[in-house]
């Protein structure tokens, strides 16, 4: 009986784990909307659910941010710290 309660709370817990993405896309835009910098973001989304960065010859570091929403994902372009462009399901090629 306790063995198969244990499963049953576990299978729940990995159900409601795949549930992370709660905001909107455009409740991420709204929290972000007067981000200027990299650290102005973290502080208003959080850490990013995915990161890519690349050094760019004559444009220094650039971070790409992307965050899961509930109806999609909304992606950060970073360069040199500062937030430069905000995009909703950003296309980018899948590895």
């Known amino acids: 009986m306790v063995r ?4 049953v709370l576990g299978l729940s817990l990995l159900l409601l784990s795949g549930c992370g993405a709660t905001s909107s896309k455009q409740d991420l835009l709204t ?3 007067n981000c200027k910098t990299k650290e102005e973001l ?14 760019v010859p004559f444009l220094g ?7 899961k929403a509930s109806d999609g994902e909304v992606t950060f372009i970073i360069s040199n710290g500062k937030v430069i462009t905000r995009s909703t399901d950003f296309n980018r090629k899948k590895k």
């Open 4 to 7: 198969r309660m244990f499963g």
């Open 31 to 33: 929290k972000a909307q």
């Open 42 to 55: 973290q502080k208003a989304l959080g850490k990013p659910d995915t990161f890519d960065s690349a050094e």
């Open 61 to 67: 570091p650039q971070e790409m941010w992307t965050y």
